[in-house]
């Protein structure tokens, strides 16, 4: 059995002010060619599916036409479940109707969902979709009041697909968590206020791969003998680079070739770019001077500037040379006050910024009632943005 493991597009991001939307169309079209001459069994999107719970129109006109070659062009059935950032209603709409047509969409949390069953010249492969469920939302689902973070929630996914397992029958997991060991980087959304909303490995025992979303790095767990190729849980990684933090990762995606006894190898298979997201260093003018021979000069680009003086325009005469530049950092002259954050501000809670700005403006931090209610409130507001 062949799969095709990807996740956490984010169709519809905007970074620095730029959409992505025309970067993530063409990395998308190469993706489309790769499960054209691949030729998986199936296609496993591991959520975060749109960057925003209510996505812009065009981030909805592009997934469908991805859908529909891959599904009625290709082929290929597709499994997609819903991620933190998307709107579980909205994205599984026309579910039942969808999925006669071989796309499952798992948006809101099920414990009776059944699987997607596929059969190769080994026999079958049963394919559960857990898409991302807060714990209360999940408490609701599977009616068990025990469950008080998203390790239970998950476990108690897990659980339900696994007694809806056909006996001696290989099995896959496609999940939406932060799971313990996992590396993060700073695009990716926090998925719990006031803790770590991180998951065991151990929930995914018993499923012979596991294809996750929510991590933007490409990275194997579970420390298989055989190697990273060989681990069962796989994140795949984000479709491009959605943070200046992530300018040394690969994208890719996973090309998964499972045997009859359910062993899986994995090949990371890389995804290029329209531009790429990078880093250059230096003093200005040194910068500008070596443009000219730079042939990616249309990449994003952040710039560290290690100027010491004054500089006029710095950023227009960047846009001269990398028209696409999007940053500056001059590391020299940056401050350390307390309401100065570092990296992306996506990847910082809203209530450490609010925090930071409450001190460094009247000199005295939250008291603990305050922050209390400060994270009841975001909370709530979260929340209610989700479900939307």
């Not at 063409?26 to 591991?46: K, N, Q, S, T």
């Not at 060989?230 to 680079?241: D, M, N, T």
């Not at 994270?375 to 479900?387: M, N, P, T, V």
Request: hydrophobic residues 45%.
């Amino acid at each position: 059995m062949r799969f095709l493991h990807t996740a956490d597009w984010h169709l519809g991001r905007v970074y620095h002010g730029v959409s992505l939307l025309e970067d993530q169309a063409h990395v998308l079209r190469g993706f489309i060619r790769i499960a054209a001459e691949a030729r998986p069994d199936a296609i496993l999107i591991a959520g975060d599916i749109y960057d925003r719970s209510v996505p812009p129109a065009e981030a909805v006109r592009l997934l469908d036409l991805v859908l529909t070659e891959l599904v009625l062009g290709l082929k290929i059935p597709v499994v997609m479940i819903a991620g933190n950032h998307d709107g579980p209603d909205r994205l599984g709409f026309g579910s039942g109707l969808l999925t006669r047509a071989g796309l499952v969409v798992r948006g809101p949390v099920d414990a009776g969902a059944p699987p997607l069953i596929l059969r190769d010249a080994h026999g079958e492969v049963a394919v559960h979709a857990l898409p991302y469920g807060e714990p209360a939302v999940v408490r609701g689902a599977c009616g068990d009041e025990n469950i008080a973070d998203h390790h239970a929630a998950l476990a108690a996914q897990a659980r339900a697909a696994r007694a809806a397992q056909p006996a001696g029958m290989r099995s896959v997991a496609v999940a939406h968590a932060f799971v313990r060991g996992g590396s993060e980087s700073e695009s990716e959304r926090p998925l719990s206020v006031g803790g770590s909303g991180s998951v065991g490995a151990e929930v995914f025992d018993g499923f012979d791969y596991v294809a996750l979303g929510h991590l933007h790095r490409p990275q194997a767990l579970g420390g298989a003998a055989e190697g990273a190729g060989a681990a069962r849980i796989q994140y795949s990684g984000s479709l491009l680079k959605y943070s200046f933090a992530e300018a040394g990762h690969v994208k890719s995606a996973n090309l998964v070739d499972m045997d009859a006894a359910g062993r899986c190898t994995v090949q990371r298979l890389p995804l290029v770019p329209r531009r790429d997201l990078r880093i250059v260093e230096g003093e200005l003018d040194a910068l500008l001077a070596a443009a000219a021979a730079d042939p990616a000069r249309d990449d994003y680009i952040l710039a560290r500037l290690t100027d010491r003086g004054a500089l006029l325009d710095a950023m227009g005469k960047l846009r001269t040379a990398y028209p696409n530049a999007l940053a500056i950092e001059r590391p020299d002259m940056a401050g350390d006050g307390p309401g100065r954050a570092a990296g992306d501000h996506r990847r910082i809670r809203m209530q450490d910024l609010f925090a930071g700005f409450h001190e460094e403006t009247t000199g005295l931090p939250l008291e603990p009632a305050a922050t209390a209610a400060l994270e009841r409130i975001i909370g709530r507001l979260e929340r209610e943005e989700r479900h939307a």
